[in-house]
DNA sequence: TTGTAAGCGTTATCAG
DNA sequence: CTGATAACGCTTACAA
């Protein structure tokens, strides 16, 4: 393994001269000890060794992305098709920038701060907070954080979330002006300050905005994997009185189709469904799915910008940034009217 | 930040003795004094550093993930939602055995061997290689590889994979049971000693089997993207003789029942579609996809074992693990008898 | 313009 | 049973 060293004793120079020319600070050194030293770093082939650099300087350039397992959740973040569609977007721009992203799964927040020093992380990314304990943790840590999907706000914190209230609201709008009035709301468990949770603030407003009166028993909170979905949707076939179902995520949402067709209801004749996310399988299911749009890459993207601005010190003008969503149109909502 | 000099002054100990006991070389080490430093590696909150650690052993518990950016794929291993089901196991089991996961896309050679330098690591797990010149350079690592879903073979290396051939032979013997002999082949690129090279095989022999004469002209070699897949369908609903196809991914097979519908096709009383992998949105589709099952999970497992088996140095009896598939009827085959 | 030397936290060797 | 000490590769004052 080649070391500073090595190229140190090849060129006929010190440590110091290299590391320094290795760094650009490139100003008290000659044009030409400059060149040679260059040609050695390629020709013996010299790469740095983290591990030395983050010993001494305390910065590892070691990105956590990390999925906090709350009891009832047991499996790790990427099982969750939709976030895998971001984290790619966050390893290619991180890598673009020379950073490394770690995947880590924690439980507890001694956890994460036992990761945190293991490897001298030097920044992180978390999904899904809420206002507990664990946030109370990131909130406190003098790395930056970039939160996703978290209504939890803090001055250390950026933020990149969605227009979810208004996705909320706009799905169950459109419901509405459909000729529903028995709208189902089906979601995973709504968690004060969650994405959830704001959804569910946009449909009650909605519901209210039009004189319908909110009822208690037309939400049903449930996991997300599939047999429950698709039992979710048998059953809400058993319910005369719905005409129409806003599931809080497009899986969600397709299983429910799923179970409703297995009943022998038709999507969206019989009952009428719109989702949240927009990924791909809205186009897959028949019919296709109508739901509310979200660009996801970009989501991922914009969590690394926030990084990298907090990592070079940059001043953050605005530490939370809202991505738009919209509605679109498919088949599977039926309009009431004639 | 809590060392191991903090916890020896602490103790009034020498930094090797805690060092022994923090790694259990506890022979010489007086009952009394264990306990003692036990303890103070408690309440001052010890954590190893792994820098430090790596410098010294150049080990470092960070297993790298490698997705290989060939030219034409652009996004990272964890786009594909197929990936990302096993890639939550691996980093589950890693954990559970104190090593941590870095994901990494190298585009070449050297920026492989560039990662694995400047973070010593430690093991490796990489997804559909072929025998090139990227496999050349890691059958000569020193470090354990695990391949998984790769049809290439080397003494070092170990190799989780299904069925392939097996489950393009049942697939496309299925439907020839049904009375289908003009059948359509749908995949990515067929490349040489991959995948779904395997699976092609299985399909031609099963053609050949049933004296069915193979036709080129049936083969549609596509990108694995959405609007491919469905353009996919629409264009096979123009073709009259097709009464079957058989796709080497479950989300080509959606796309090509989504495309097959949008141009009118009904699907399987026009055409029969077959997949492969049973995902979950086998089951969202409508009709329902009638596929051949793997269990990503386990694949998932069986490589982290591998990888654990192998830094143990613990003798491989067996370089390679082959799952089993089985075919899994839904709705989206139709018998063309009586 | 370049070099010396100390030190980051850990482990291993060898000597008490 | 326990402790010095050197070494891993790198950065950074401080010297020259």
């Known amino acids: 393994m080649t070391t500073i060293k090595d190229i140190a004793q090849a060129v006929g120079v010190s440590c110091t001269t290299v590391s320094n020319v290795i ?16 040609e050695a770093i390629d020709t013996l082939g ?8 983050s010993l001494v300087s305390s910065s590892s350039k070691v990105i956590g992305m990390i999925s906090h397992l709350t009891s009832n ?3 790790s973040i990427v099982e969750d098709p939709f976030h895998s569609a971001f984290i790619g977007a966050i390893e290619k721009t991180l890598r673009e920038n020379g950073y490394y992203l770690m995947l880590r799964t924690v439980e507890t927040t001694s956890d994460l701060m036992n990761f945190l020093r293991t490897w001298n992380v030097d920044g992180l990314f978390c999904t899904g907070v809420f206002q507990d304990e664990f946030f109370e943790a990131l909130s406190n840590l003098t790395i930056p954080v970039v939160l996703i999907d978290s209504y939890v706000s803090h001055p250390n914190i950026c933020n990149v979330g969605l227009e979810d209230y208004d996705g909320g609201y706009i799905a169950t709008r459109y419901l509405i002006d459909k000729g529903h009035e028995k709208i189902a709301f089906a979601s995973p468990s709504i968690r004060e300050k969650g994405v959830v ?3 569910f603030q946009g449909y009650k407003d909605a519901l209210k905005e039009a004189s ?6 037309l939400v049903f909170e449930q996991e997300l994997d599939i047999d429950t979905t698709i039992a979710l949707g048998s059953s809400l076939a058993l319910r005369k009185d719905i005409t129409a179902v806003f599931a809080t995520a497009d899986i969600l949402a397709a299983g429910i189709m799923s179970g409703l067709k297995q009943a022998g209801k038709k999507v969206p004749d019989d009952i009428s469904v719109i989702g949240f996310d927009d990924i791909n399988l809205c186009r897959l299911t028949s019919p296709k799915l109508t739901t509310i749009h979200q660009d996801a890459p970009l989501k991922g993207k914009l969590a690394v910008y926030f990084m990298m601005d907090k990592l070079d010190n940059k001043p953050i003008l605005n530490r939370e940034v809202i991505l738009p969503i919209h509605l679109v149109e498919r088949e599977s909502v039926k309009s009431l009217y004639q």
């Open 23 to 38: 760094h650009g600070k490139t100003g008290r050194v000659s044009e030409e000890t400059i060149a040679r030293i260059k």
């Open 46 to 53: 010299y790469v740095p060794n983290m591990s030395a650099r």
């Open 73 to 75: 959740k047991k499996e």
């Open 197 to 199: 949770f704001e959804r």
């Open 212 to 217: 319908i009166p909110f009822r208690q028993d």
